[in-house]
């Protein structure tokens, strides 16, 4: 499904800089929660999170995803601790 999702995606978030980094699906107190990690060279702030959900989401409902009832959650990978000089 990784790929698949991916592929799907393609090259249309590079316009923010970002790529997709990791494909899950989790459950969790009865909920499927289908996990996308942003990765990009820099820390991605919230807005660029947004933007890229609201490009993903269309192009998995398009998908023939092995899912049923599933809560999407784009996030950013994390980047370790932020030195301030």
């Keep these: 499904m990784s790929e698949l999702?991916?592929?799907?995606?393609g090259n249309k978030l590079e316009k923010l800089g970002v790529w997709i980094d990791?494909?899950?699906?989790?459950?969790?107190?009865?909920n499927t929660f289908l996990r996308i990690a942003l990765d990009a060279d820099f820390i991605i702030p919230l807005n660029?999170?947004?933007m890229a959900t609201r490009i993903i989401n269309p192009l998995l409902d398009k998908?023939?995803?092995d899912l049923d009832n599933y809560i999407l959650d784009v996030?950013?990978?994390e980047k370790g601790d932020v030195q301030s000089e």
């Excluded at 999702?5 to 995606?9: F, G, M, N, W, Y």
């Excluded at 990791?22 to 009865?30: F, I, Y």
């Design 63 to 65: 998908l023939d995803i």
């Design 5 to 9: 999702i991916k592929e799907s995606v």
């Design 22 to 30: 990791n494909v899950t699906v989790e459950k969790e107190e009865g």
């Design 75 to 77: 996030y950013a990978k």
């Design 48 to 50: 660029t999170v947004v």
